[in-house]
């Protein structure tokens, strides 16, 4: 019948480069031979790269990144960007460790921490589905404006006044041999891949991205949906945020410094569409031990340092380049 | 009041190489106008604070404007001063080849300049520490320290910033310094921790990791050095054979570590209050015509476990820097590396 | 035109165009195997079949886009290979694709010279001949338009205006279009016929690619249909009646188009629509019966999509009711529109219907994905029997229900949205253009689901500008010009020409 002919011959591409599109297509394998061919030629090199300490190291890593990409996952599927997850990470350290401080309690500084990650998440989303400002626009501004804002609200980092131990034990402590921020990223991401591939919350974020309208018609309410991404998100970024005032034991304004790229680099690496609609957090896993195992394994391969900004950069590129052969191999 | 401003004057004049006037002789500029380069930063917060206070003694309005990090603004900025008719401009570059023809205006409409920070082509003078002696100075104090403490081992980390020629001229100061007291001194891990503390913190763990005889932390600023004992600290090692050493004391992060963490014994202080100082003394001296070096060195110094009290008053929330002793101190006359001698 | 005729007889002697034996394969698939088409000079020849049936690839083989993999192409006689678009244009082969490929920041007259801009004594463009040739150009097509208007503010049919006479400027000798009136009104369509006329008097041979039979009786004067690749026939269009057509495409019987199985409409009103108005629409009142289908014509700009869109609540109304089922819809509300059981077939499937990178059966279940949840878990085998059954009952071609849902022809995939809505169990659906850029086949089988979905009890409310579907399907017909409704009739008063003339305010 003439269905299958126009099947093929929508979905074959008449020039060559097929095999690229191929290969980029089936992304996820390419993202594990990538992984494994990284980690044997760093282990090839060091030996150590398989040690305890360094495992955990890079777990550690991992866990503060993952925690945010889940958020950023969800956000990129339904079209949209939050590209002030750095700067509120820093606010979100420093507001904490002041609430502590005030009030003696972790709790209240951790509740304190998340809420207002989960504001600034909510901004986002008001101004970009209300005010109709594209979200890349909006949250550079809000990046802007948080950079600025935790200056005015402190010129140097807030110390842990009372030396609360067990605040240190939030990103530093451990449960048996695990440390508690991979704990804590693995319940976030069970819970997120749950939400996006079993409910139909998750089965909206993917219909608002694929195409909005069609949502609309078909009666979902796509702001709030949008909403809803931006604001877990921002409350993702809390917890991050937590972990690594934790880390440093002080609330730091100069903190997360490029944070937001290598959040939006990784998720876009897993193979999550810059355009929406498309995108997995198995994917997203792959793409942030990616990229942290390459960052990881620059510094004990004691390769020159510049690398450290390099890399990531080439990284980041051919990232995208990815997303737009697999756009183009759709479009065929 | 009018006594304590005649014998600081006396102690800043006995700082500058140059001391043939006595102090009685100078007439003090009345307005002085400060375009700093970044003023978010605390250690220019410090720079700033030290002027005019310098400046509020002597009666002299210190105005200040920042760039941003924005060459085109330093240079309007800079211009609206000499508009404005104060008496003499300090700079802190943004670029320095971006203010060079801003040089030659001043100069050209007889406004003396003062540069703060680096040095520019055709400057009169410049008041700057000297970053090479900054690390020498503390590295020598850490051979010392391992030499009683460590059992004369230095395996080092260094949490650096290759990026800018003075964070780099602090590391290579530092190794050299610590090798005068233990020749065989290892530099492990030389690192880059971005300045900022949670990426000195990343990168310190995965080194750290790697190698687990390191037992110096230095870091080229209080974030840097901060950074690596926090991932000390995560990978759950204790601090008894550790020892961290710091850069900069331009907060109070350093002290709420040497008070509290054990191993943060160290700390090179650059006492940036009195770079403002010095540099508001050399603006007096310009302003009188008088003869003065191109490089001004404003002093720094190690501080060693509770030496910190000898420069700073600490009440729990603020510091202040301790005048008398920050002053008595004497800088070399000049450095003994500057960035021109990297490459 | 006898004359002309006459004149453009003499030159057939030697065709302007012979493709014989041509064949193009693509990776896994034969798209074109061993497809002859002869033309003849001032003759417009039509190019049929369905999607997939191998036309897209002969014009882009013709324009130069892909080349050949057997076969010959003579150009006048003469043996020759087409080695990119430049090359076709050069040989004289002109293509207006569906797309127009016009720069939309400059002006007409720019346009049409893009290639190459007459240029003064001095080297530098004479554009005030280029204004003088471009408006010489529209005189010669027989056709007005301001040459100094930037492109991009023209009307598609326009535009296309534009791209003939480019053709002209070019001194094409072939000139291809592909499904030209795919976005066009009747009058348009008429003013374009009258241009192809004008073409064809000069002796330039047409090829005119369409889906739609009444246009190709109108406009040709020979049709090849084209099915699966190969070649099954070229006859004069006097030699072929509707039904030999249709037969041809799709090689098989179509025994009518319409078919009628349900029989009278209840007389329980299903929706009803009191004085609504927007910016576009001026009070519209109507109610719709259960087992009805309410048939709105209208030309371009009369309001029909955006009357549509106000009463699914996808677009904000100003004043006016709207009840479904005699419960009142909050305007601009979608959320609860569906919930009451109203919803949109929209024109624009890929725009506004389809998620085109989401597998089919996520496209199918969308609307009434709460019903397959429990504490919002779904249970996707529930979701795929749901949607399998709608894939066998509308015989709904895909390779699987995890297929991407673009990889679906354009029928099958107005199959899967009308599943959306019936799985959700709407009264009332609003169809607006349900056969836009559909196969003849796949038309008749939406005509006969449209049938059956009003004999099953459902509501239909059926925008469209196409008149035979109109006529056949609808059961009463209002028509709407400039935002209200001007007038209305029962299947039986209906003809094409009373309906014309309301729609002509």
């Known amino acids: 019948m003439a269905l299958t002919k126009m099947v093929t011959e929508v979905s074959s591409p008449p020039t060559s480069g097929s095999l690229v599109g191929a290969l980029a297509s089936n992304g996820q394998i390419v993202l594990v031979a990538a992984l494994v061919i990284i980690c044997v030629g760093i282990s090839l090199v060091v030996p150590q790269f398989y040690s305890g300490a360094n495992i955990i190291a890079i777990l550690r890593q991992v866990a503060l990144v993952l925690i945010v990409a889940c958020g950023m996952t969800m956000l990129l599927i339904t079209a949209e960007v939050d590209l002030s997850v750095g700067a509120s990470l820093a606010f979100v350290g420093v507001v904490a460790m002041d609430v502590i401080n005030l009030t003696d309690s972790v709790f209240l500084g951790a509740v304190a921490g998340i809420a207002f990650g989960a504001f600034v998440g909510l901004v986002n989303g008001v101004v970009v589905t209300r005010l109709k400002v594209n979200s890349l626009i909006a949250t550079i501004g809000t990046m802007m404006i948080l950079q600025g804002g935790v200056f005015l609200y402190t010129r140097e980092a807030i110390q842990n006044h009372h030396h609360i131990a067990s605040f240190v034990d939030i990103g530093a402590g451990y449960v048996g041999p695990v440390p508690i921020p991979v704990i804590i990223a693995a319940i976030i991401f069970v819970a997120s891949y749950v939400v996006l591939r079993h409910t139909t919350l998750g089965r909206y974020l993917y219909a608002v991205g694929a195409n909005e309208k069609t949502a609309r018609l078909s009666g979902l309410r796509s702001t709030r949906l949008k909403l809803f991404a931006f604001v877990l998100t921002g409350a993702l970024v809390g917890v991050a945020g937590l972990i690594l005032g934790s880390l440093m034991n002080a609330g730091q304004p100069t903190a997360g410094r490029g944070f937001e790229l290598t959040v939006i680099a990784a998720v876009i690496l897993g193979g999550t569409s810059l355009s929406g609609g498309r995108g997995t957090l198995i994917g997203t896993l792959l793409g942030v031990f990616i990229l942290k195992i390459i960052d990881n394994g620059i510094i004990i391969l004691q390769w020159n340092q510049d690398l450290q900004m390099i890399v990531p950069g080439v990284v980041l590129i051919l990232a995208i380049y990815l997303d737009i052969l697999r756009r183009r191999a759709d479009a065929r | 009041m009018q006594k304590s401003i005649l014998g600081l004057l006396a102690a800043g004049t006995a700082l500058v190489a140059v001391m043939a006037a006595p102090a009685i002789a100078q007439d003090t500029p ?136 003075a964070t780099v001229l602090r590391s290579e100061g530092f190794m050299d310094g610590i090798r005068t007291e233990i020749p065989d001194a290892t530099l492990v891990h030389d690192l880059d921790g971005g300045g900022n503390p949670d990426r000195s913190l990343e990168v310190s763990t995965a080194a750290l990791a790697q190698n687990d005889d390191i037992n110096i932390i230095y870091g080229i600023n209080d974030s840097s050095s901060l950074g690596g004992l926090q991932a000390w600290k995560a990978a759950g090692k204790s601090q008894d054979d550790l020892l961290v050493v710091g850069t900069g004391g331009e907060g109070l992060a350093f002290i709420n570590a040497m008070e509290n963490e054990p191993s943060y014994r160290i700390e090179a202080a650059m006492f940036p209050e009195k770079n403002g100082y010095t540099a508001i003394e050399a603006a007096i001296k310009v302003f009188n015509g008088e003869e003065v070096p191109e490089h001004i060195v404003s002093p720094t110094a190690p501080m060693v476990g509770d030496e910190w009290s000898t420069y700073y008053d600490y009440d729990g929330s603020t510091r202040s820097i301790k005048w008398d002793a920050v002053n008595a101190l004497v800088p070399p006359e000049k450095c003994t590396k500057t960035a021109a001698d990297l490459k | 035109m006898p004359a002309e005729a006459a004149m453009a007889g003499t030159v057939a002697a030697v065709p302007p165009l012979a493709m014989t034996g041509i064949g193009k394969h693509f990776p896994g698939v034969i798209a074109l195997d061993n497809v002859d088409l002869t033309l003849e000079a001032g003759k417009v020849h039509a190019l049929m079949g369905e999607n997939g049936a191998g036309k897209s690839t002969l014009i882009k083989i013709l324009a130069g886009v892909y080349g050949k993999d057997a076969g010959t192409i003579r150009i006048a006689g003469r043996e020759t290979t087409l080695s990119g678009p430049a090359d076709a244009l050069r040989q004289g082969i002109k293509v207006v694709f569906q797309e127009i490929a016009l720069i939309s920041e ?151 188009l319409f078919p009628r199985s349900r029989g009278q409409a209840s007389d329980k009103v299903a929706l009803s629509v009191k004085g609504v108005g927007t910016e576009k629409l001026e009070d519209i009142s109507f109610e719709v019966y259960s087992g009805e289908v309410l048939g709105f014509f209208g030309l371009m700009g009369a309001g029909r999509t955006e009357l549509a869109k106000a009463i699914v609540g996808f677009d904000p109304i100003d004043s006016g009711t709207i009840a479904v089922g005699g419960k009142p819809l909050r305007p601009h509300d979608t959320r609860t529109a569906v919930s009451l059981g109203i919803g949109l077939l929209t024109e624009d499937r890929k725009g506004e219907g389809l998620m085109l990178e989401l597998p089919v059966v996520y496209n199918l279940s969308l609307a009434a994905l709460g019903s397959f949840a429990r504490g919002g878990f779904i249970d996707e085998r529930r979701e795929r029997e749901a949607a399998q059954s709608y894939v066998d009952r509308f015989r709904i071609r895909t390779p699987g229900l995890y297929q991407e849902i673009k990889n679906l022809s354009g029928g099958n995939q107005q199959k899967v949205l009308l599943a959306r809505w019936l799985l959700k169990g709407l009264s009332v659906i609003v169809v607006d253009e349900p056969t836009r850029g559909i196969d003849v086949g796949a038309k008749s089988e939406i005509f006969a689901l449209i049938d059956q979905l009003a004999a099953d009890g459902h509501a239909i409310i059926m925008m469209t500008s196409e008149m035979p579907e109109l006529l056949g399907l609808s059961d009463r017909i209002m028509v709407m010009g400039e935002g209200r409704i001007t007038g209305s009739f029962s299947r039986d008063e209906a003809t094409q020409e009373k309906i014309l003339n309301a729609a002509i305010v």
């Open chain 2, 30 to 165: 009345k307005r002085i106008g400060y375009v700093v380069n970044y003023a978010t930063h605390e250690w220019y917060q410090n720079v700033i604070k030290g002027m005019k206070d310098h400046g509020a003694e002597l009666g002299i309005t210190v105005e200040v404007k920042d760039a941003n990090l924005d060459v085109a603004k330093q240079v309007s900025a800079a211009e609206d001063f000499i508009a404005q008719g104060v008496d003499v401009l300090i700079l802190t570059p943004v670029n320095e080849e971006g203010v060079v023809p801003l040089l030659r205006r001043a100069k050209a409409a007889g406004m003396p300049v003062v540069l703060e920070g680096n040095p520019v082509k055709g400057m009169t003078t410049m008041v700057a520490i000297c970053d090479y002696d900054t690390g020498y100075d503390a590295g020598v104090e850490a051979g010392k320290y391992a030499k009683e403490n460590l059992d004369g081992v230095a395996k080092v980390m260094n949490v650096g910033l290759p990026l800018l020629s």
């Open chain 3, 106 to 256: 400059f002006t007409v007259a720019e346009n049409i010279f893009l290639e190459e801009y007459p240029t003064g004594r001095t080297g530098s463009i004479d554009w005030r001949k280029i204004s003088r040739d471009a408006k010489a150009l529209f005189e010669r097509i027989g056709f007005d338009v301001d040459t100094s208007a930037r492109t991009g503010t023209l009307p598609i049919s326009q535009q296309q205006m534009v791209e003939i006479a480019r053709a002209l400027a070019q001194e094409a000798r072939i000139v291809v279009m592909d499904e030209p009136t795919s976005s066009l009104t009747p009058n348009e369509v008429a003013l374009l016929f009258t241009v192809i006329r004008r073409l064809t008097s000069l002796g330039i041979a047409v090829i005119y690619v369409s889906h739609k039979l009444d246009e190709v009786f109108e406009i040709a004067d020979t049709v090849t249909v084209l099915r699966d690749g190969r070649h099954i026939s070229t006859k004069p269009i006097a030699d072929h009646t509707n039904e030999t057509l249709i037969q041809d495409m799709i090689g098989r019987q179509i025994d009518d």
